[in-house]
């Protein structure tokens, strides 16, 4: 009877041993702890909306408003941006002191036009006064509140084939959420959806009525918009 022993060289013990240990190594990251997707981008970079204070000065001379083409568009846009976001009154702040009365009245004068010719009555404007230092440059100044969104700063982000457990980093959706902020005309469609106007009772009662008769209720078409296809016969 012959014992046959297997002697194992020490190069081929050490490819052995290593080979276990990487066995092992990737085992473990196969079996790695469960982590949760972070939150939506809209609850981790969320679109806030702030009452900002939108102002435009309008300098007046002991001789008079003498406003040039750029300034007649800067105070059109102002007024008009007034009249399609503002909220509140259009204040009209105007120094105290007296020796620009009429570069006042003229600024005044102009304002009111811009917002007639916009349809906004001249109730809108609340004046008041402010107190100017002898000398030193007093405009007319006017502004009015409006709802906007503020800025969202976002992080530069790493790339998401660095990471070891495929989740996003912190900051991933922000420069989308940013830029749907920025393009935002009417903040207030964030805070409360429009109201649906009311149906036009007239319509209804023609519907209902055809409905019960049983005729169509469609409105009928003009004969100009009836189109017939047919098909095309060979000469």
Do not use: W
């Amino acid at each position: 009877m012959h014992t046959i022993t297997d002697k194992i060289s020490p190069r081929r013990l050490s490819a052995l041993l290593a080979g276990g240990v990487m066995s092992l190594v990737l085992a473990g990251c196969s079996v790695s702890t469960y982590r949760s997707s972070f939150e939506s981008t809209v609850l981790r970079n969320k679109i806030t909306v702030a009452e900002t204070v939108e102002r435009l000065e309008m300098y007046v001379g002991n001789e008079g408003l003498h406003l040039s083409a750029r300034d007649q568009d800067a105070v059109s846009g102002f007024i008009a941006d007034y009249g399609r976001s503002g909220q509140g009154p259009l204040y009209v702040n105007i120094p105290s002191n007296t020796a620009q009365g009429t570069g006042v009245r003229q600024a005044r004068e102009v304002v009111v036009s811009r917002l007639q010719s916009l349809g906004i009555s001249s109730s809108a404007l609340q004046a008041g006064q402010y107190a100017a230092k002898p000398g030193a440059p007093a405009p007319v100044i006017l502004s009015y509140r409006r709802l906007s969104t503020q800025p969202i700063e976002c992080q530069a982000g790493s790339s998401l084939t660095h990471t070891s457990n495929n989740q996003p980093y912190g900051g991933f959706g922000c420069s989308q959420t940013a830029n749907l902020a920025a393009m935002i005309d009417d903040p207030r469609q964030l805070l409360a959806p429009h109201e649906l106007a009311n149906a036009p009772a007239n319509r209804r009662v023609t519907v209902v009525g055809n409905y019960t008769a049983g005729e169509a209720t469609a409105t009928p078409r003009p004969e100009g918009q009836e189109i017939s296809a047919t098909s095309g016969q060979g000469g």
